[in-house]
């Protein structure tokens, strides 16, 4: 047998992946629920079921049930005795304390711990730009949200401040699907406009490293956006604060 010959089962050996361990599947099944929730494939009002979800992934029920409390902690699930895990439903009127909180965490991006953006990830927002511009061509409610997702981790990425990252995500998440469930009354082809010119902006601003212009761009957007959604829905507050 040659070198070669032998060679060969170890390179196919050295290229299997990882297996995940306990607190990364966690966190890969919690990110699959949240994203579930947030893009209404579980309705508000739907029961989840822990025995369903165990078998899905094939796992126990220990783990489903910390997942489902991590979710129910963020107030996407609430658990109802004698009933189970139940999606919770949103309001846009009793997340408004939400949306001015993060008014002012959007101004913190630029200021704690800024990371310069490399060359590549600058690319990734050019990119996001382009799928946008291909999205608008057939407006889709799903890809909307999935798009401002995916810019909104890379917003989250310009800051090395741990604590604040994950503070925003939570709070991301509390209204993402808030967006999503009042599209009908907004109108894509509005919010698709709106935000390729946040994200324009903010590429502007990354490309000269003006990280606290980018605070300040996030926090005019999360307002106008708010506005857009008080009108629809009927809000009369005034208030000038979303995704």
Same mark, same amino acid.
């Given at each position: 047998?040659?070198?070669?010959?032998?060679?060969?089962?170890?390179?196919?050996?050295?290229?299997?992946?990882?297996?995940?361990?306990?607190?990364?599947?966690?966190?890969? &099944?919690?990110? &699959?629920?949240?994203?579930?929730?947030?893009?209404?494939? =579980?309705? !508000?009002?739907?029961?989840?079921?822990?025995?369903? *979800?165990?078998?899905?992934?094939?796992?126990?029920?220990?783990?489903?049930?910390?997942?489902? /409390?991590?979710?129910?902690?963020?107030?996407?699930? $609430?658990?109802?005795?004698?009933?189970?895990? #139940?999606?919770?439903?949103?309001?846009?009127?009793? *997340?408004?304390?939400?949306?001015?909180?993060?008014?002012?965490?959007?101004?913190?991006?630029?200021?704690?711990?800024? #990371? !310069?953006?490399?060359?590549? +990830? *600058?690319?990734?927002?050019? /990119?996001?730009?382009?799928?946008? +511009?291909?999205?608008? *061509?057939?407006?889709?409610?799903?890809?909307?949200?999935?798009?401002?997702?995916?810019?909104?981790?890379?917003?989250?990425?310009?800051?090395?401040?741990?604590?604040?990252?994950? &503070?925003?995500?939570?709070? =991301?998440?509390?209204?993402?699907?808030?967006?999503?469930?009042?599209?009908? $009354?907004?109108?894509?082809? %509005?919010?698709?406009?709106?935000?390729?010119?946040?994200?324009? %902006?903010?590429? /502007?601003?990354?490309?000269?490293? +003006?990280?606290?212009?980018?605070?300040?761009?996030?926090?005019?957007?999360?307002?106008?956006?708010?506005?857009?959604?008080?009108?629809?829905?009927?809000?009369?507050?005034?208030?000038?604060? /979303?995704?």
């Amino acid at each position: 047998m040659t070198l070669e010959a032998d060679a060969a089962p170890i390179a196919v050996t050295a290229a299997l992946p990882r297996p995940l361990s306990a607190r990364e599947r966690f966190e890969r &099944i919690y990110r &699959i629920l949240r994203d579930r929730i947030c893009l209404l494939d =579980y309705a !508000p009002g739907s029961r989840l079921s822990e025995e369903e *979800l165990a078998q899905e992934f094939q796992i126990s029920r220990t783990p489903v049930r910390r997942v489902l /409390a991590r979710l129910e902690s963020e107030g996407l699930v $609430q658990s109802v005795h004698g009933v189970g895990t #139940i999606v919770t439903d949103v309001d846009i009127e009793e *997340l408004e304390q939400v949306y001015l909180l993060r008014l002012e965490l959007a101004l913190l991006v630029g200021k704690l711990t800024p #990371i !310069p953006r490399t060359a590549g +990830d *600058l690319d990734r927002i050019r /990119a996001l730009i382009a799928r946008c +511009d291909s999205d608008m *061509l057939n407006p889709d409610q799903r890809a909307f949200l999935r798009l401002n997702m995916d810019f909104f981790y890379e917003l989250t990425a310009m800051t090395g401040n741990q604590p604040l990252r994950e &503070i925003s995500e939570r709070l =991301y998440f509390q209204v993402a699907r808030v967006v999503l469930k009042m599209m009908p $009354q907004l109108g894509l082809v %509005e919010e698709f406009t709106a935000f390729r010119r946040e994200m324009e %902006e903010v590429l /502007a601003a990354a490309e000269i490293g +003006d990280w606290e212009s980018i605070g300040h761009i996030r926090r005019a957007h999360i307002s106008m956006s708010f506005r857009r959604m008080m009108r629809h829905a009927g809000g009369t507050n005034g208030s000038d604060e /979303a995704l």
